[in-house]
């Protein structure tokens, strides 16, 4: 069964460093987000990116968040300017034409 | 794990009981409504959905129910077995065409032997 995959599963950090997580969704997947979780907390909406563009974003996916799809197969997540708060789990998640989300297992970030 | 769950309610049940995991989503247009299972150190494994112009849906061993009238979710799990054992979300769609999730706080489901 098709999964998604992201990279690296642990990173850690310095502040102030960037930091990029891949994700490569299921292969036939048309419409893929980032999400968030910070320990202890819920799973948090960042962004939606659906034909080479963003389509929507949440209040934390701020300048110093980017998204990009560079060759068709990995969709990645950059984070410009790492701060202590952006340590969390982030996941990968993708869609194809039925709606369900599946979710990749994730990259804990830890910004020192 | 990454739901510590310092904060989580946690439901304790036997092995062999029916569970039952609620939810109270937030807002009223949405239309479409899943749960999720999150296993330690591991992203969110979906589980069953259900669309807003229905009210019961059924899995195997799962069943999610939906009350519009007071905003209520729940997921009822049969025959429950130790590898139930995880933190529950209920995550609901807003109908942006996205499929932006808003997820629920979690409920932490420990399963004994």
């Known amino acids: 069964e098709p999964e998604v995959t992201q990279t690296p599963s642990h990173q850690v950090t310095q502040m102030g460093q960037e930091v990029i997580l891949r994700c490569v969704p299921i292969?036939?997947?048309?419409?893929f987000y980032w999400y968030r979780q910070i320990l202890g907390q819920k799973v948090e909406f960042l962004v939606s990116?659906?034909?080479?563009?963003?389509?929507?974003k949440s209040e934390i996916f701020d300048d110093q968040f980017s998204v990009e799809r560079p060759d068709g197969s990995n969709f990645t997540l950059k984070i410009r300017s790492t701060k202590l708060e952006d340590s969390a789990m982030y996941f990968c998640?993708?869609?194809?034409?039925?709606?369900?989300?599946?979710f990749g297992p994730g990259t804990r970030l830890l910004v020192l | 794990g990454e739901s510590v769950g310092l904060h989580l309610p946690t439901l304790s049940v036997q092995e062999g009981d029916n569970s039952i995991i609620n939810c109270a989503y937030s807002?009223?247009?949405?239309?479409?409504f899943i749960w999720y299972k999150q296993e330690s150190g591991k992203g969110p494994q979906f589980i069953i959905d259900?669309?807003?112009?229905?009210d019961k849906r059924q899995g195997q061993r799962v069943t999610v129910l939906l009350n519009k009238t007071v905003k209520h979710l729940s997921l009822q799990i049969a025959a429950t077995q130790p590898g139930d054992s995880a933190v529950y979300f209920c995550?609901?769609?807003?109908?942006?065409?996205?499929?932006?999730?808003?997820f629920g706080t979690g409920t932490r489901l420990l399963v004994s032997p």
């Open positions: 998640a993708g869609t194809g034409v039925q709606e369900t989300q599946y």
């Open positions: 292969s036939n997947h048309l419409y």
């Open positions: 990116f659906y034909n080479n563009e963003i389509s929507e």
């Open positions: 807002n009223s247009a949405s239309d479409y």
């Open positions: 259900i669309r807003s112009n229905m």
């Open positions: 995550a609901e769609n807003f109908n942006t065409g996205f499929q932006k999730l808003v």
